[in-house]
């Protein structure tokens, strides 16, 4: 048992318990350690997504550049968007976001007015895009295929007239899902597809954290070019990180 004298005796300068700086000081150090982890490794995957965002477009621009010869442009709408078109008529829009590449297919190029089957125009250009898809495939963990409308009201046979949008873009998106399935081969058992629409609901200048209502979309579709905009199919590509 230790005595009294020894517990006392100044010559002995030991604390078993740290002090309140060296623990603050443990923590911090620990703290930053693991901060270096979480963010060293979220960089990285950013790197390897941009990465296989740029092969993507890359290659997609290759092979549109063979289709269209001379009259193949493309412009830089903005630092993340690429427009690509076929002489002065626009085929595709390719945007980079930061967890998903949306590609954007206008209407004119799949479809006639108010039909939901993909025309020969369409397909070629479909083709293109699905075979690169295929060919990146292992670097995708999911593609989900949009049907988006205008809001001018449509009457399709067995529905009620205020549907008519609703199911002309879920139309569209299945066939583009078949398409890519049955035509171009890519195996939803192997890269999950889903087909999906908004309607009228999600034209490009929406952004889902504002506001919106019923007259914020009539003012979305107020010109025949704004309603042309609306009128696509996109397709988002979601990446693996691995």
């Known amino acids: 048992m230790l005595n009294n004298d020894f517990l006392n005796d100044e010559g002995v300068d030991f604390n078993f318990w740290p002090s309140f700086t060296d623990l603050m000081l443990t923590i911090t150090i620990i703290m930053a350690a693991l901060l270096v982890v979480k963010f060293g490794v979220s960089a990285s995957q950013l790197k390897q997504k941009?990465?296989?965002k740029?092969?993507?477009?890359?290659?997609?621009k290759n092979q549109l550049k063979l289709k269209f010869g001379n009259n193949y442009r493309e412009l830089k709408e903005s630092e993340n968007t690429l427009i690509i078109s076929n002489s002065n008529e626009n085929i595709v829009k390719i945007t980079s976001e930061t967890d998903y590449q949306q590609i954007s297919f206008y209407e004119k190029i799949l479809f006639d007015k108010?039909?939901?089957?993909i025309k020969s125009s369409g397909r070629e250009v479909l083709k293109i895009v699905g075979d690169v898809i295929k060919l990146k495939s292992y670097k995708i963990k999911l593609v989900q295929i949009e049907g988006h409308t205008d809001s001018n009201e449509i009457k399709l046979d067995n529905y009620p007239k205020n549907m008519g949008n609703i199911v002309l873009g879920s139309r569209r998106a299945v066939d583009v899902f078949q398409f890519f399935k049955d035509q171009v081969g890519i195996d939803p058992a192997v890269l999950p597809m889903s087909a999906t629409t908004f309607g009228e609901y999600a034209p490009p200048s929406r952004k889902l954290d504002n506001e919106y209502n019923r007259d914020t979309l009539l003012k979305a579709n107020a010109t025949p070019d704004l309603r042309a905009s609306n009128r696509r199919i996109e397709?988002?590509?979601?990446?693996?990180a691995k």
């Not at 108010?114 to 089957?117: A, D, G, P």
């Open 235 to 240: 397709l988002k590509l979601f990446f693996s």
């Open 114 to 117: 108010s039909q939901y089957n």
């Open 54 to 60: 740029n092969a993507i477009i890359s290659e997609i």
């Open 50 to 52: 941009q990465e296989s």
